[in-house]
């Protein structure tokens, strides 16, 4: 028997040798995913695996970067790798430097393809999308009657809506018949015309098993359909092509029920809502109520109706009296008011006090008959002022012109003129000169003034 060796040493020896076998450095493996992570760091661990065996497999990061589509569980893949062993546990790995999927690339491309045309055609467009209506009598649900896809969408709305009725369509939802026993399953609900919304769907599932509702005929269905449709196909990360084209998508079939009955829904919470703000104000007031009820039988006037009686006439009695007092008082003194009235408004006296103004008025009336001649008189003299005063000298004045006054006289020519001062007239007043020269024609004499 040989030496024991550390285990240690025994993984270094088989790893030297499957690092040095140049078959396992770059082996192209296929397999099915499973317990497929992908951590904050971006490297993914899963694992690959057939009917009989399977292999923990790594990618790191810089290689993950390059994917050309998302990995999850259940997928059929081809993997580039290297075959290694990992020594911490001893495991033999595959370290992944290049994966692409398997079988389901075609219909990936077709997928693609497909949904870029039906987009160009406007199928998709969100103005095409019809509500959904907001308290639905009858739902319509298109599924397969042995998923579970039929369960949870029959027991949210059995929970959520009592009320709404439930037509359902049993059809296959994966495989060659699926997808035109799903297209025909649609085309009946829309002829019987009494369901007000339908939930077409499954649960989750690879590509291949989705693919009846990536179909044209199906596809087709769903976009002539005059019953608003929610697509509930696959779980949250799944997408087909009759998600887009439906009216409104689930993430699953039983966010399909809760988007059918969300108004129901939310009508019931408000009714609860209401129903409880309603329970605690009616006992509010009842409680008030009562408490008012307990003060009033505890009260002095209830025990001693008697002396309460008798407190309230007291008081109408009182109230009587002043009311009497008042009346009469005022009573006194609107007489009062009325016999000084009377006393100043003599008939007498007034008439005689008209005829008085009546008499006053005429011999006004006469005066004015007397002054009209003098009125006349006045207009003429103020004709004859006008005239007078356009030839005053002040007129004169008024258009820029003076005259020269000399000793009281006013002085005509030059010849006037005489030793001592003279006094200019203007317009706005005067002012007193010194003669020096006086020029007669072109002779000129002057004087010692």
């Known amino acids: 028997m040989a030496n024991p060796i550390p285990v240690s040493e025994v993984v270094r020896y088989v790893k030297r040798h499957l690092d040095d076998d140049p078959v396992l450095q770059q082996v192209a493996v296929i397999g099915e995913i499973s317990n497929f992570k992908r951590y904050s760091s971006g490297h993914c661990y899963f694992t690959l695996k057939d009917d009989a065996s399977r292999m923990k497999a790594v990618m790191f990061s810089r290689d993950a970067k390059l994917l050309q589509f998302e990995p999850k569980d259940g997928m059929n893949v081809i993997a580039v790798a290297r075959v290694t062993m ?3 546990t001893g495991d033999v790995q595959l370290y992944v430097e290049l994966m692409r999927q398997d079988g389901i ?14 987009e160009a055609k406007g199928w998709f467009a969100p103005e095409r999308k019809r509500p959904i209506p907001s308290f639905p009598e009858r739902v319509g649900i298109v599924t397969s009657p042995k998923g579970a896809a039929l369960h949870d969408i029959a027991t949210t709305l059995r929970r959520r809506a009592p009320h709404v009725a439930i037509t359902f369509a ?12 799903v297209a025909a399953a649609i085309r009946w609900m829309n002829e019987r015309t009494d369901c007000d919304v339908l939930i077409v769907g499954r649960g ?37 092509l009759s998600d887009f084209v439906a009216d409104v998508r689930a993430a699953t079939p039983t966010a399909a029920a809760e988007l059918a009955t969300a108004k129901i829904e939310a009508q019931r ?19 008030e ?8 039988v505890d009260s002095y006037g209830l025990k001693s109706p008697r002396y309460t009686i008798t407190q309230k006439r007291e008081r109408f009695a009182q109230a009587e009296i002043r009311l009497e007092q008042g009346m009469r008082k005022q009573l006194t003194h609107a007489t009062y008011r009325l016999n000084q009235l009377n006393q100043q408004l003599d008939v007498k006296d007034f008439a005689q006090s008209i005829q008085r103004r009546g008499e ?8 004015l008959h007397r002054t009209r001649p003098l009125e006349r008189s006045m207009e003429r003299f103020a004709i004859q002022a006008g005239r007078l005063h356009a030839v005053s000298p002040l007129a004169v004045l008024s258009r820029g012109y003076t005259f020269i006054e000399q000793d009281g006289a006013f002085v005509k020519d030059v010849n006037q003129l005489r030793d001592g001062d003279v006094s200019i007239r203007f317009r706005d007043g005067h002012a007193v000169a010194e003669v020096k020269e006086r020029h007669v024609g072109e002779e000129t004499r002057r004087t010692d003034i």
């Open 170 to 181: 049993p059809v296959a939802v994966q495989g060659e018949a699926a997808a035109p026993q």
């Open 360 to 367: 006053r008025v005429d011999q006004l009336s006469e005066r």
């Open 269 to 287: 919470k408000d009714v609860e809502r209401l129903a409880l703000h309603l329970h605690k104000a009616i006992s509010n007031q009842l409680e």
């Open 204 to 240: 989750g599932g690879s590509i291949e098993e989705l693919w009846a509702f990536n179909e044209d005929v199906v596809v087709e269905a769903i976009y002539e359909s005059s019953i608003p449709i929610i697509s509930a196909v696959g779980h949250e990360t799944d997408y087909t």
């Open 86 to 88: 990992y020594e911490a």
């Open 289 to 296: 109520r009562r408490s008012r009820l307990m003060r009033a």
């Open 105 to 118: 690339g075609l219909l990936f491309e077709r997928y693609e393809a497909r949904k870029r045309e039906l």
